[in-house]
C-alpha cells in the first residue's frame, strides 16, 4: 500500500535504490548515493581513475520518464564546472558542453531523458542501451559508470 | 539489516528486507550438501553460524550458495578464444577485467567491452558474481567479450 502523501514514482525510486543490484554496485564501490531529495536524486559514480564524478539526476516520473543527469559538485550544491567533467576514454563523447548546454547539461547517452529528447530515435535503434519505462535506476547509473571506466576526474583547482 | 542471496542458475537475488542483526545466516539459506556459501566478491567460505552483523556490520550482505570451487570460462572475443578459471563469487567486472587482459586488450580499445552470454543481446551485470550463469550440475560457461555500440547523431 503506497503511504499517503507521497509520489508512487518516489517509493519505487526509494524501493529501487534497496534492490540487489543497486546495492551490490554500492557495496563494489561503483556507485553510491549522496541523498535524495525528492525529484532530485544525488550520487557519486565511480571513474576510472578511482575518483568520483558527482551528478544529480532529475528522476521525477520515475520509471515512466527517463532521469535526466547531470554533472554536479555535491559540496558547492552547484552544477560541476565544465573544466572539471570527465576527461579520457568515452567520456568526452558522453560529456560534451558543446552538446550538453542545450539540454540541461545532459550525457549525451540513450539512458538519459536530454538524450532521448535530442534523438527519440535512439529508444528503438539502440534498445540495449535506452531508457524504458521497465529499466530501473541501476540501469542508468551502470550506464553512466561503463562511459567513466577509462575517465578521469580533474581536481579542483585554486 | 537486508540480506541478498544469489545462486546457481538464478540470476536475481532473493531479498530478506528486514533481518534482525543477530540472525545466523543459516536462518537465511538452504545449502544442500555439496554447496558452500560466499560472500559475493570475496573468494573466502563464510561461516553460516555466525550472526549477519558479524559477517557483514552494518551494511547490506550478499552471499553466494555455489556447488563449485572454481568455474572454467571459456571466453569468445572477434572469432578467438580464451580459456579463464575463476571463482564462482567473483564480479563479472573482475571476470572481464581478467578476460580482457588474457586477450592483451589495452585500456583505450576495452573501454566499452561487456561480456554477455552467447546468443544475447543483454550485457551481463557489472556487480553480479559469476556463479549465478552457471547451472547446477555444471562448473562451467561460454562468454561472449563484446563491444558495445554507442549512440551517435
Redesign the interface.
Same mark, same amino acid.
Given at each position: 500500500m503506497s503511504e499517503p502523501g507521497i509520489d508512487p514514482c518516489q517509493l519505487r525510486l526509494e524501493r529501487d535504490l @534497496? &534492490? &540487489?543490484?543497486f /546495492?551490490?554496485?554500492?557495496?563494489?564501490g @561503483?556507485w553510491r548515493v549522496v541523498k535524495l531529495t525528492w525529484p532530485y536524486l544525488d550520487v557519486i559514480i565511480t571513474a576510472?581513475d578511482g575518483s568520483g564524478l558527482g551528478m544529480r539526476i532529475l528522476v521525477d516520473g520515475y520509471p515512466g520518464v527517463a532521469p535526466g543527469g547531470q554533472p554536479w559538485d555535491h559540496e558547492l550544491n552547484a552544477l560541476l564546472p565544465i573544466t572539471r567533467w570527465p576527461t579520457g576514454?568515452?567520456a568526452p563523447?558522453v560529456f560534451n558542453p558543446n552538446w550538453a548546454t542545450s539540454y540541461s547539461n545532459a550525457p549525451y547517452?540513450?539512458c538519459d531523458r536530454g538524450?532521448l529528447t535530442a =534523438?527519440p530515435n535512439?529508444a528503438t /535503434? =539502440?534498445p540495449?542501451?535506452?531508457w524504458n519505462p521497465s529499466r530501473t535506476i541501476?540501469f542508468y547509473v551502470?550506464e553512466i =559508470? =561503463?562511459e567513466l571506466?577509462?575517465a578521469t576526474i580533474p581536481k579542483a583547482t585554486g | 539489516m537486508r540480506i541478498h542471496t544469489y545462486s546457481a542458475g538464478m540470476q536475481g537475488a532473493l531479498t530478506h528486507p528486514d533481518v534482525p542483526p543477530e540472525t545466523c545466516l543459516r536462518e537465511l539459506v538452504t545449502v544442500e550438501v555439496d554447496e558452500v556459501v560466499f560472500r559475493v566478491g570475496d573468494e573466502a567460505e563464510l561461516d553460516v553460524e555466525l550472526s549477519v552483523v558479524e559477517l557483514f556490520g552494518a551494511e547490506p550482505g550478499h552471499v553466494i550458495i555455489h556447488h563449485c570451487h572454481e568455474i572454467a570460462v571459456e571466453v569468445s572475443y572477434a572469432g578467438n578464444e580464451k580459456r579463464l578459471t575463476v571463482h564462482p563469487a567473483a564480479h563479472v567486472n573482475k571476470v572481464r577485467t581478467k578476460a580482457i587482459a588474457s586477450f592483451g586488450l589495452d585500456a583505450g580499445s576495452s573501454a566499452d567491452l561487456i561480456l554477455r552470454l552467447p546468443g544475447s543481446t543483454e550485457e551481463l551485470p557489472a556487480t553480479n558474481p559469476i556463479g549465478v550463469y552457471v547451472p547446477k550440475g555444471s562448473c562451467a560457461l561460454a562468454l561472449d567479450l563484446v563491444h558495445l555500440v554507442r549512440p551517435q547523431g
Open positions: @534497496l &534492490s &540487489s543490484d /546495492e551490490s554496485g554500492v557495496g563494489a @561503483l576510472g576514454g568515452t563523447q547517452m540513450a538524450g =534523438h535512439w /535503434e =539502440h540495449a542501451r535506452a541501476t551502470r =559508470h =561503463h571506466r577509462g | -
